[in-house]
């Protein structure tokens, strides 16, 4: 997967779950950012939010086969240094990103 296929895919995880301008108004996302591990196959993309005591960051993990993320949710420090995850999920689908967000951290991201 190359850096072309990889923002897009990206962007396609930040659309899963509203949008950035949408996760920009609702949750105060911030630091939209991705990478990509092509012999795994794998995009991760992540953004800080507000609002949240127990997490401040999202790292969703795409992998290509068989279609599932991984999603993170971190506590980062004002220091910007990552502590371990405060809880991590596996084989999640596209549908479940928005439910699983607002499960974890007590925000919405839809009315």
Avoid at 39 to 47: C, K, M, R
Avoid at 50 to 55: E, H, Y
Avoid at 80 to 85: A, D, K, R
């Amino acid at each position: 997967m190359d850096n072309t296929q990889a923002l897009q895919t990206a962007e396609t995880i930040f659309q899963q779950l509203g949008g950035q301008r949408r996760l920009k108004t609702f949750v105060g996302a911030k630091d939209f950012t991705y990478g990509n591990d092509p012999a795994l196959e794998q995009v991760v993309a992540a953004f800080k939010f507000k609002m949240c005591t127990k997490a401040n960051t999202i790292q969703v993990t795409y992998h290509r086969c068989p279609d599932v993320y991984t999603v993170k949710f971190f506590k980062v420090k004002r220091n910007g240094v990552w502590g371990l995850p405060v809880s991590e999920h596996t084989d999640i689908y596209c549908d479940q990103l928005i439910e699983l967000f607002e499960k974890q951290t007590g925000l919405y991201l839809h009315f």
